[in-house]
């Protein structure tokens, strides 16, 4: 009996894959969390000015603003926030249970204050015009200082997923080497700046909502704006520092693997176009709003949210998961839920080396007992696995899925022996920077390899069913019809 490894069924999201799932409901969280950490700041300095310059009406906006937050924020952060829970709990177990392992303590701690974050924003709504104003400045600033905690520890744990960024933690196995990693500031400085972006675009929406020819459209509006166009200013420098941050795998992914288009430019400019073209649009908006705070419209400013959504969070994500590849966590765990080196500090062992020799379908402790030995039977339902288990978390296995489609990848070739080498050669090696080293021994290569052509010839689909309808059999295909054909008994999974 081969050792058995502890990797949990793989949860298969067809078409659009378990990263776009974790990915949407990410997307809606952060705009939810990140518009709350930047108006506790735009509300502490909006209200300083309405106790120093003694002017209630600020406080009205204030008022209206912290109520559009608690339903907009606080109802879709805490839905999508333990969405987020149970999503990657289900697609990527072994990595949260990295991550909890690692900063169990700081995420008690994350709640705690979040906890007062919550609290905070209800009190600071809710007493608004009925305590002594200072007292109520107080109540706000505690609402800053909570939600700027729950950034800070929650960006310890995101910059560790990416990379401690030096050799000590695999050796001290320490949550202080684990939470004080290379990526750590410079990520911490670009969100904590665009936070503030996040929060002035949607609280353009409540200025909008003031009544036309009201002088508190200009005199909060402004601040407004200045405070958004800060953010995207310093939110742009401070990107620049995080590139420099980065590990080399995530260099070679921003160099070739995001779409350039204009190869003479550095790659730091032409991958982030779309991003760039979004950020100055939105400047221009927050600067458009600085000059004319009368002429805001509810729509316009609800369309700019979608904007700063579609065009800005969802690229923006979207970028620094691929970044992160092929790793899930601290450069230790693949994506693929394999852990990929050892880790002394932690007792950690590289399990690459035992499934090269013993296998993926032997040693993975959840695969259904009749495919842990391939035969001509089970083959395409084996190789099926292989490439949930293997690739999937990375990979659309359909042709037309959005995530890195593998029929496209391999330029939909149906030669068996062309993808075997492919997977005995770099992809064993380890030697694509931003793919896990999957080394796999030659019968899971030919079960793997089989199924690809076959879902590229399209005589099976992405669930491992043969499709009745054969194409017109060409050459090259009938090694793959005849192994697709040769699956008479369907195992059901
Ligand atoms: C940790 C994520 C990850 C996993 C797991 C993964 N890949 Fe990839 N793979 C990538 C990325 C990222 C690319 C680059 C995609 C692009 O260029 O659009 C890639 C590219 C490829 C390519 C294109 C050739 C190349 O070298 O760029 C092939 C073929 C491929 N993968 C096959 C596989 C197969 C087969 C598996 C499973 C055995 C697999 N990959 C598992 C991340 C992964």
């Given at each position: 009996?081969?050792?058995?490894?502890?990797i949990y069924p793989t949860w298969y999201v067809p078409q659009i894959g378990t990263a776009w799932v974790m990915g949407?409901?990410?997307?809606?969280?952060?705009?939810?969390?990140?518009?709350?950490?930047?108006?506790?700041?735009?509300?502490?300095?909006?209200?300083?000015?309405?106790?120093?310059?003694?002017?209630?009406?600020?406080?009205?906006?204030?008022?209206?603003?912290?109520?559009?937050?608690?339903?907009?924020?606080?109802?879709?952060?805490?839905?999508?926030?333990?969405?987020?829970?149970y999503s990657v709990t289900v697609a990527s177990p072994r990595g949260?249970?990295?991550?909890?392992?690692?900063?169990?303590?700081?995420?008690?701690?994350?709640?705690?204050?979040?906890?007062?974050?919550?609290?905070?924003?209800?009190?600071?709504?809710?007493?608004?015009?009925?305590?002594?104003?200072?007292?109520?400045?107080?109540?706000?600033?505690?609402?800053?200082?909570?939600?700027?905690?729950?950034?800070?520890?929650?960006?310890?744990?995101?910059?560790?997923?990416?990379?401690?960024?030096?050799?000590?933690?695999?050796?001290?196995?320490?949550?202080?080497?684990?939470?004080?990693?290379?990526?750590?500031?410079?990520?911490?400085?670009?969100?904590?700046?665009?936070?503030?972006?996040?929060?002035?675009?949607?609280?353009?929406?409540?200025?909008?909502?003031?009544?036309?020819?009201?002088?508190?459209?200009?005199?909060?509006?402004?601040?407004?704006?200045?405070?958004?166009?800060?953010?995207?200013?310093?939110?742009?420098?401070?990107?620049?520092?995080?590139?420099?941050?980065?590990?080399?795998?995530?260099?070679?992914?921003?160099?070739?693997?995001?779409?350039?288009?204009?190869?003479?430019?550095?790659?730091?400019?032409?991958?982030?176009?779309?991003?760039?073209?979004?950020?100055?649009?939105?400047?221009?908006?927050?600067?458009?709003?600085?000059?004319?705070?009368?002429?805001?419209?509810?729509?316009?400013?609800?369309?700019?949210?979608?904007?700063?959504?579609?065009?800005?969070?969802?690229?923006?994500?979207?970028?620094?998961?691929?970044?992160?590849?092929?790793?899930?966590?601290?450069?230790?765990?693949?994506s693929n839920q394999i852990?990929?080196?050892?880790?002394?500090?932690?007792?950690?062992?590289?399990?690459?080396?035992?499934?090269?020799?013993?296998?993926l379908l032997?040693?993975a402790?959840f695969v259904p007992?009749?495919l842990?030995?391939?035969?001509?039977?089970?083959?395409m339902q084996a190789g099926r696995l292989l490439a949930v288990m293997a690739c999937s978390n990375c990979h659309s296995i359909n042709r037309d899925g959005p995530l890195r489609p593998l029929p496209?990848?391999?330029?939909?070739?149906?030669?068996?022996?062309?993808?075997?080498?492919?997977?005995?050669?770099?992809?064993?090696?380890?030697?694509?920077?931003?793919?896990?080293?999957?080394?796999?021994?030659?019968?899971?290569?030919?079960?793997l390899?089989?199924f690809l052509?076959?879902v590229?010839?399209?005589?099976v689909d992405a669930e491992g069913r043969?499709?009745?309808?054969?194409?017109?059999?060409?050459?090259?295909?009938?090694?793959?019809?005849?192994?697709?054909?040769?699956?008479?008994?369907?195992t059901k999974d």
């Amino acid at each position: 009996m081969s050792e058995l490894l502890g990797i949990y069924p793989t949860w298969y999201v067809p078409q659009i894959g378990t990263a776009w799932v974790m990915g949407i409901i990410g997307t809606i969280h952060v705009l939810a969390s990140n518009t709350s950490v930047g108006a506790a700041i735009l509300f502490a300095l909006l209200e300083t000015r309405a106790v120093r310059e003694n002017k209630p009406q600020i406080m009205q906006y204030i008022k209206k603003y912290g109520m559009f937050l608690l339903v907009f924020s606080y109802i879709w952060g805490s839905v999508t926030g333990p969405g987020i829970w149970y999503s990657v709990t289900v697609a990527s177990p072994r990595g949260i249970s990295a991550l909890i392992h690692n900063f169990v303590w700081v995420w008690a701690t994350e709640w705690v204050f979040f906890t007062v974050e919550v609290i905070g924003v209800y009190a600071l709504v809710y007493t608004i015009g009925k305590i002594d104003p200072r007292t109520h400045l107080k109540i706000t600033w505690t609402f800053v200082v909570s939600s700027v905690a729950t950034l800070v520890l929650i960006i310890g744990i995101l910059s560790f997923m990416m990379w401690p960024g030096s050799d000590r933690w695999y050796l001290t196995g320490s949550v202080f080497d684990a939470f004080y990693n290379l990526n750590f500031a410079a990520q911490l400085a670009d969100r904590g700046f665009l936070m503030l972006t996040s929060a002035a675009v949607v609280g353009s929406i409540i200025i909008a909502a003031i009544p036309k020819g009201d002088p508190l459209r200009k005199d909060v509006g402004q601040t407004v704006a200045k405070l958004g166009l800060t953010g995207l200013i310093g939110g742009a420098l401070a990107f620049m520092w995080y590139v420099a941050t980065l590990p080399p795998n995530a260099l070679v992914i921003l160099k070739d693997r995001l779409p350039h288009w204009f190869g003479y430019i550095d790659f730091r400019i032409t991958t982030f176009i779309p991003l760039a073209a979004t950020s100055l649009l939105i400047g221009a908006y927050l600067l458009w709003v600085y000059l004319k705070p009368q002429a805001l419209r509810v729509p316009l400013a609800v369309g700019m949210v979608a904007v700063l959504l579609i065009a800005g969070i969802w690229p923006e994500e979207r970028t620094r998961e691929s970044l992160r590849k092929p790793w899930v966590a601290g450069q230790y765990m693949y994506s693929n839920q394999i852990i990929g080196r050892d880790v002394p500090g932690l007792g950690i062992q590289d399990e690459v080396p035992i499934i090269a020799k013993d296998g993926l379908l032997k040693t993975a402790a959840f695969v259904p007992a009749d495919l842990r030995v391939i035969t001509p039977q089970n083959q395409m339902q084996a190789g099926r696995l292989l490439a949930v288990m293997a690739c999937s978390n990375c990979h659309s296995i359909n042709r037309d899925g959005p995530l890195r489609p593998l029929p496209q990848l391999l330029h939909g070739t149906t030669d068996v022996a062309m993808i075997q080498g492919f997977l005995a050669g770099p992809l064993a090696h380890g030697s694509v920077p931003y793919m896990p080293k999957i080394d796999l021994p030659a019968n899971e290569q030919l079960a793997l390899a089989t199924f690809l052509a076959a879902v590229n010839a399209g005589t099976v689909d992405a669930e491992g069913r043969l499709i009745a309808r054969a194409p017109a059999a060409a050459p090259q295909h009938t090694a793959v019809a005849q192994a697709a054909a040769g699956q008479t008994t369907k195992t059901k999974d």
